[in-house]
């Protein structure tokens, strides 16, 4: 196994947060000119927020999400790449990080099944969680 291959999953991490930003302005930009709003009605903070139905603001908040955790995913990766220590133990944990990803996003754009949602969130979470653990053991260990 390559070091590098550590990076498919980080950028595909990349990607995803440029779809659902895309998807985000796609959203928002229907529902404004659907609503004939003005720029000058959204000058003031938060207002565009307040308005916008689910189906406008839950993107939104998803691409917020995507630099949470996935901000320690991208550390942990250039660690790991940086240290020479990726495997496919990582490798698979961190594809199951974006496999999870992937899905806590379409829910969380779409149909917004919260518990579901949190569900695929937890479990994407923990991935990253068994990364950094396990490279501090390594790092401590050594």
């Known amino acids: 196994m390559t070091q590098t291959a550590i990076f498919n999953p980080f950028f595909a991490t ?4 440029l779809l659902v930003w ?4 796609v959203r928002r930009i229907n529902f404004i ?5 003005r720029p000058k009605e959204l000058a003031a903070p938060g207002v565009l927020a307040q308005i916008s139905p689910p189906s406008v603001s839950s993107p939104s908040d998803n691409l917020k999400n995507l630099f949470e955790i996935p901000v320690l995913f991208y550390a942990l990766v250039l ?6 220590q ?3 133990v990582y490798l698979n944990a961190a594809w199951i990080f974006v496999g999870f990803r992937v899905l806590h996003s379409i829910v969380h754009c779409t ?8 569900y695929l969130y937890l479990f994407s979470t923990l ?4 990364i950094a653990f396990r490279a501090a053991f390594i ?4």
């Not at 991935?127 to 068994?130: K, N, R, T």
């Open 22 to 25: 895309v998807y985000m302005y």
């Open 111 to 118: 149909f917004n099944l919260i518990m579901l949602r949190f």
């Open 86 to 88: 990726v495997d496919a």
């Open 139 to 142: 790092h401590f260990g050594t």
């Open 79 to 84: 660690y790991l790449f940086v240290i020479q």
């Open 33 to 37: 000119n659907s609503q004939k709003l």
């Open 14 to 17: 990349m990607f995803l947060t």
């Open 127 to 130: 991935a990253v969680w068994f």
